[in-house]
Nanobody, 124 residues
Framework: VQLQASGGGVVQAGGSLRLSCVAS????????MAWFRQAPGKEREFVAA????????HYADSVKGRFTISRDNAKNTVYLQMNSLKAEDTAVYSC??????????????????WGQGTLVTVSS
């Protein structure tokens, strides 16, 4: 599975961005998907996950109510809509895929494939 993330950029605090991650190489609907992020000098952390159907979703507490994960299986794409961005949201955001279609795990090792990441910078 190849994952290509895009949509990062520079935005002012309080603004919005939408990230996209396109998957190829395997039936997308047989993958659960997630977003992680890594800020400078910090470990990679879980942001959000979505099961194959899109009906089950899990968010990190730090983004709950501000970020929305969704997917379009017809387009092999998972999205992360980020609203009310804060300076502490600045990070490289990566998408990940799990062969376990029901996975909502926040653990790194639960995911089998990773994209290259896209940088989000929130200026205060």
């Amino acid at each position: 599975v190849q994952l290509q993330a895009s949509g990062g950029g520079v935005v002012q605090a309080g603004g919005s961005l939408r990230l996209s991650c396109v998957a190829s190489g395997r039936t997308f609907s047989r993958l659960s998907m997630a977003w992680f992020r890594q800020a400078p000098g910090k470990e990679r952390e879980f942001v959000a996950a979505i099961t194959w159907s899109g009906f089950e979703i899990h968010y990190a507490d730090s983004v709950k109510g501000r970020f929305t994960i969704s997917r379009d299986n017809a387009k092999n794409t998972v999205y992360l809509q980020m609203n009310s961005l804060k300076a502490e949201d600045t990070a490289v955001y990566s998408c990940a895929a799990s062969l376990s279609v029901w996975s909502l795990s926040p653990r790194l090792h639960a995911y089998d494939y990773w994209g290259q990441g896209t940088l989000v910078t929130v200026s205060s």
